[in-house]
């Protein structure tokens, strides 16, 4: 899967008891001052706020999404968190941060 370790945005994978299992090299980059690899193995909970610990447990109690879009240090991202299933079963979360320009084109497709 070398297109997803080499896409231009961070992927951080769970398992179904909130630990990392897999980070492409843009999230190890971009977390290297919290441990980078090291983070692989580590309790995903651990690494968020309070606020953020409890939407990471809405989405594995409930099966939903949580997808937003953040402003950090003058880049525009997108954040979308998804549970992921094996035959219906959840196994936990995947999350993708993606940077957006600030202004884009929205199109309408029916």
């Given at each position: 899967m070398e297109?997803?370790?080499?896409?231009d945005g961070n992927v951080i994978v769970s398992d179904?008891?909130?630990?990392?299992?897999?980070m492409n090299e843009k999230a190890i980059s971009a977390y290297e001052k919290d441990g980078g690899k090291d983070l692989i193995?580590?309790?995903l909970l651990e690494c968020h706020s309070e606020s953020s610990r409890k939407k990471i447990l809405e989405?594995?109690?409930s099966g939903r999404k949580n997808v937003?879009?953040?402003?950090?240090?003058?880049k525009?991202?997108?954040i979308y968190?998804?549970?992921?299933f094996v035959d219906g079963n959840f196994r936990g979360i995947i999350e993708l941060s993606l940077e957006i320009p600030f202004e884009m084109p929205?199109?309408?497709r029916d």
């Open positions: 297109w997803i370790d080499k896409l179904s008891a909130g630990k990392i299992i897999y193995g580590k309790d989405i594995m109690r937003y879009t953040i402003g950090k240090k003058g525009k991202k997108i968190q998804s549970p992921w929205h199109y309408i």
